[in-house]
């Protein structure tokens, strides 16, 4: 599905929230790579400078965020319009994954999950999107997983608030698209991160975060709204989607060992 693309990334006003470790410090260097402009945000400032610091330092813009604090986002939205004028792309790649499954349910930590990965990047939305808006251009990319496709073990929270994110982003492309302004929704299945590395089983198709980036960026310049990855892993979870429940949980039963 084609829409308004990026592509080139030289001078581009980006602003990645999530900045400090695996995917999003992954796009951000790569971005910073291109020559764009990147706003880094995430609670990890000195993980930030790192990567500042690796570059021109005209490049970037150290915004210290957390997703779960509207103000903090709000503050950093209005210094990133006061030093650069705009945001061509917001890139929102934050997010927490806690393993849960129905013998450990626990309220506490679904609240958290659904705090930081609905209402986070809803945030970031709500304060970006008014200036895109007025603007009639730009461009909003969600990092969500494959785990919102379906049902799948230890995902007890973590999935459904990746499926409300699917649901969110077919909503923005809907509503945004008419307007000239690009939707990205982002479904990567299992990466090497700090938060896969709590996995205890083995995980198929498993990529780097380099290659993450990479698949992310190709995606935005092709104009793609649905940018899933990698292909033969994603490819699959779609096909299940289709499939009637009893075949579904038979082939996961039969193929996940969890």
């Known amino acids: 599905m084609k829409q308004v693309a990026i592509t080139n990334f030289a001078n581009q006003r980006v602003w990645v929230i999530g900045a400090s470790s695996g995917i ?98 809803m945030r970031a939305v709500a304060t970006a999107l008014p200036d895109m808006l007025k603007a009639g251009r730009g461009h909003i ?43 990205h929704m982002i479904s990567p299945g299992f990466v090497a991160t700090e938060a896969t590395a709590q996995n205890d089983f083995e995980m198929p198709a498993l990529i780097s975060a380099e290659e993450a980036a990479k698949e992310i960026l190709q995606g935005i310049q092709r104009g793609e709204f649905d940018i899933h990855f990698p292909k033969r892993f994603s490819g699959f979870l779609k096909f299940l989607r289709i499939l009637p429940y009893p075949i579904y949980f038979w082939i996961v039963r039969k193929f996940v060992k969890i």
């Open 141 to 183: 990319a969600i990092v969500g997983s494959v785990a919102g496709y379906s049902g799948l073990p230890k995902a007890l929270a973590y999935g459904p608030t990746k499926a409300a994110m699917i649901n969110f982003c077919e909503t923005l492309f809907y509503d945004l698209q008419p307007k000239g302004i690009g939707v």
């Open 24 to 121: 999003g410090e992954a796009c951000a260097k790569a971005l910073l790579q291109h020559n764009a402009k990147v706003a880094l945000s995430s609670r990890r400032i000195e993980r930030l400078e790192a990567i500042a610091k690796a570059f021109d330092p005209s490049q970037s813009l150290l915004l210290p965020v957390d997703v779960l604090n509207t103000a903090a986002i709000r503050n950093a939205h209005q210094t990133i319009i006061q030093q650069w004028g705009g945001i061509d792309l917001l890139l929102f790649v934050s997010g927490i994954y806690i393993p849960l499954r129905a013998d450990d349910f626990n309220i506490e930590d679904a609240q958290k999950t659904v705090d930081s990965n609905i209402l986070g990047p």
